[in-house]
């Protein structure tokens, strides 16, 4: 009886014990996300101060920046403001900035979705999409500090050609073409498929690869993919067939499209230039991960269910 008595006493203990210790995982969680949005949302009520074709455009970065961003990144605003956040015209001006959604992406970092809001003298005269990485640094000058450490400042062009897909329960979004000119959509949109398992990716042994099919693990944002291309030549072109596979919220997500590259000698000389230029500076995996981020589904949804 007495033995009975402890085991129940010992589980009720184990029990309050993990309460507590979710209760205050989550508040700490809490705590973050209110102290990175805080640093985000104060930063953007310094974008004013900053004109970013003054002649003193890398001190304002400086003193108003500073307190908000990381120093890897204001050193790089410094030696060329034209890729940091600011006002570029006395009207309109960078306002503020309004966060959309928040996503912890790894222990010590937050990625933020939002938009900055411009104003003139009499309302608001738009609005731009943006994200950010907001990191908690802990070296040199900084003990525990949240800075943001990444900006990507999508164009209004590119916001634009961003279209909504939903089937199957599945919906996300997607670019309606690329933005280049040398490079071309096949399938398209992806196929997104949503499945149980665990993350695993068998890379293709360096001996063995050749151009035909390569699998590699890459890591986008911090976020990890198993990417399997197959490549395949026909009439002058390459048609690239893609499975970017990631885990997600306790699933593995797979985008699989397939481009087409055609042959750079097939143009004239300036052309081929720019077409090798172009296929150089091509970056499919931050695309692949912008879509990413967008995809959701029904908590309900079978199992190997596709959105195609």
């Known amino acids: 009886?007495?033995?009975?008595?402890?085991?129940?006493?010992?589980?009720?203990?184990?029990?309050?014990?993990?309460?507590?210790?979710?209760?205050?995982?989550?508040?700490?969680?809490?705590?973050?996300?209110?102290?990175?949005?805080?640093?985000?949302?104060?930063?953007?009520?310094?974008?004013?101060?900053?004109?970013?074709?003054?002649?003193?455009?890398?001190?304002?970065?400086?003193?108003?920046?500073?307190?908000?961003?990381?120093?890897?990144?204001?050193?790089?605003?410094?030696?060329?403001?034209?890729?940091?956040?600011?006002?570029?015209?006395?009207?309109?001006?960078?306002?503020?900035?309004?966060?959309?959604?928040?996503?912890?992406?790894?222990q010590d970092v937050y990625e933020i979705f939002g938009k900055i809001i411009d104003m003139t003298s009499t309302g608001m005269a738009g609005s731009r999409p943006i994200d950010f990485n907001v990191t908690k640094i802990n070296a040199g000058n900084f003990d525990n500090r949240w800075l943001i450490t990444k900006v990507s400042v999508i164009t209004n062009q590119e916001n634009e050609l961003w279209k909504n897909y939903n089937n199957n329960g599945i919906s996300f979004q997607y670019p309606e073409k690329l933005i280049t000119k040398y490079i071309f959509t096949q399938e398209w949109p992806p196929t997104v498929k949503i499945e149980s398992g665990n993350f695993s990716c068998v890379e293709t042994p360096q001996e063995k690869s050749n151009m035909l099919e390569i699998t590699s693990q890459r890591l986008v944002d911090n976020r990890i993919y198993c990417v399997n291309v197959k490549n395949e030549g026909a009439a002058g072109s390459v048609y690239s067939s893609y499975v970017y596979t990631t885990p997600k919220e306790g699933k593995l997500v797979s985008v699989s499209f397939i481009l087409r590259y055609p042959n750079c000698t097939n143009y004239d000389e300036e052309q081929s230039r720019a077409c090798t230029s172009e296929r150089e500076a091509f970056d499919i995996d931050a695309t692949v991960d912008r879509i990413v981020q967008t995809i959701k589904w029904d908590s309900t949804l079978n199992e190997n269910t596709l959105a195609n």
Not at 13 to 38: C, D, H, N, R
Not at 43 to 70: R, W
Request: aromatic share 10%; net charge neutral; hydrophobic share 45%.
């Open 1 to 106: 009886m007495n033995k009975k008595i402890i085991l129940v006493s010992l589980v009720i203990v184990i029990v309050i014990v993990s309460g507590f210790g979710f209760y205050f995982w989550e508040k700490k969680s809490q705590l973050e996300e209110t102290a990175v949005k805080s640093l985000v949302i104060n930063f953007g009520h310094t974008l004013k101060n900053v004109s970013l074709l003054s002649p003193t455009a890398s001190q304002d970065i400086e003193v108003n920046y500073k307190d908000y961003v990381a120093p890897d990144l204001i050193a790089q605003w410094k030696a060329d403001p034209s890729k940091a956040l600011g006002r570029l015209t006395s009207s309109p001006w960078p306002d503020s900035i309004e966060i959309a959604g928040i996503t912890k992406i790894d």
